[in-house]
């Protein structure tokens, strides 16, 4: 059966170029409507803790019914209709709660459509990155369209702008065809025998300190910016510069895969991650090193996406595959997300935001200590 390529990248472009409206913007939308560094540390710890139960719901409910595209559907629509209660008040209380019903569906989305995308390519494995890429397209389109717009308009249209793509993404949803499992044995083992292993283990510890270390960037780092005297589209193009390395990652991976293992690319992903909060943290003001950061998102995001992915394959096979992507999501992401916001938040004022991203770096090492340690898998695919 044929890829249905078009769709499944559609829906990607769509997804991530939300989160390109709301991910660069939406502190200083918080910061414009009142609220705090720790009140928006709060917000954004609120917005990943969800992932802690939501993908594990979502995850057993396709493995039992075999619907998976139907609740991709469902948590879509939810998530456009829940995010238009940013329209509606603007008082703490109200965007908190708000928060937490968005992201319990929004939260749920990407990790099973990931397993839809690859049940579609489980013959073609390696088309994963051409695929993905379209979604670092969408997130850098909406970045600098966003960007550019803010300098001459109010930040108070983002709430609009963003319900509006969120229905954009349920409709390629809607157009997206089920994927056809090919009849395979069944899992070997229990989820528990899977997990429960020193490699995996090592793998969630690692990549749950990555996204703790990642909290800062994805909280605060335009504001920093802001901080720095840098404009709305200075910091849209910043921040389009790190996906646009992504995408050339991506579209290289194929061939790093087939030369380098898994835990070399995972060693180089967390040096270079650690690396670029160090730079972020001390040489904001230095135009040229800000760019090589950015391009290290590369590593820090888009070589160590694509090597989880592999790993996640291996661990968890195609008998445990939506509960392994929906632990990888909860974990790293949830866990590491709602600890990484929370700190971020505390101390950002107390400390402020060089201290806060070097200790980000510091965080980083001990993921690639503990990788060096404990991740010993070296076959790609």
């Not at 560094?37 to 990943?48: F, N, P, T, Y």
């Not at 594990?56 to 075999?66: P, Q, V």
């Not at 995408?247 to 690396?275: A, D, E, P, Q």
Request: hydrophobic residues 50%; positive net charge.
């Amino acid at each position: 059966m044929p890829v249905p390529y078009w769709r499944l990248s559609s829906f990607y472009f769509c997804y991530f170029a939300s989160l390109g409206a709301y991910l660069p913007f939406w502190s200083l939308y918080l910061k414009n409507i009142g609220c705090s560094a720790e009140q928006i540390g709060e917000l954004m710890a609120l917005l990943v803790a969800t992932k802690i139960v939501s993908p594990h719901l979502w995850g057993w409910l396709a493995d039992r019914s075999g619907r998976g595209l139907a609740l991709i559907r469902i948590t879509a629509l939810l998530s456009a209709l829940a995010f238009a209660g940013f329209l509606y008040r603007q008082d703490f209380q109200w965007v908190a709660a708000t928060t937490i019903c968005f992201s319990f569906f929004w939260n749920a989305t990407l990790p099973q459509f990931e397993a839809v995308t690859l049940v579609h390519l489980q013959n073609q494995p390696q088309r994963y990155s051409s695929i993905r890429l379209w979604g670092s397209v969408g997130f850098v389109a909406a970045v600098l369209g966003i960007g550019r717009f803010l300098d001459d308009f109010a930040i108070d249209f983002l709430p609009a702008i963003i319900t509006a793509l969120l229905s954009l993404n349920w409709l390629t949803a809607l157009i997206t065809p089920e994927a056809i499992q090919v009849k395979q044995h069944a899992a070997k083992g229990s989820l528990c025998a899977a997990l429960f292993k020193a490699e995996p283990l090592a793998f969630f510890t690692v990549y749950m300190l990555l996204q703790v270390s990642h909290s800062p960037y994805y909280a605060f780092y335009s504001v920093y910016l802001q901080q720095s005297h840098y404009s709305a589209t200075e910091t849209g193009l910043l921040w389009a510069l790190g996906v646009c390395s992504e995408i050339v990652i991506f579209l290289g991976m194929y061939r790093l895969l087939k030369h380098f293992g898994l835990r070399s690319l995972l060693l180089l992903s967390l040096l270079l991650t650690s690396l670029r909060w160090l730079v972020i943290a001390y040489a904001v003001e230095c135009y040229p090193l800000i760019i090589g950061a950015q391009l290290l998102h590369a590593a820090s995001f888009g070589i160590a996406h694509v090597v989880a992915m592999q790993l996640l394959q291996q661990y968890f096979g195609n008998g445990h595959q939506s509960m392994g992507l929906a632990l990888y999501s909860s974990l790293s992401f949830g866990v590491g997300g709602m600890i990484g916001g929370y700190y971020s938040g505390k101390f950002w004022d107390l400390l402020g935001g060089t201290e806060v991203f070097a200790m980000a770096a510091w965080i980083c090492g001990v993921a690639l200590l503990i990788a060096t340690i404990g991740v010993r898998t070296t076959k790609t695919r």
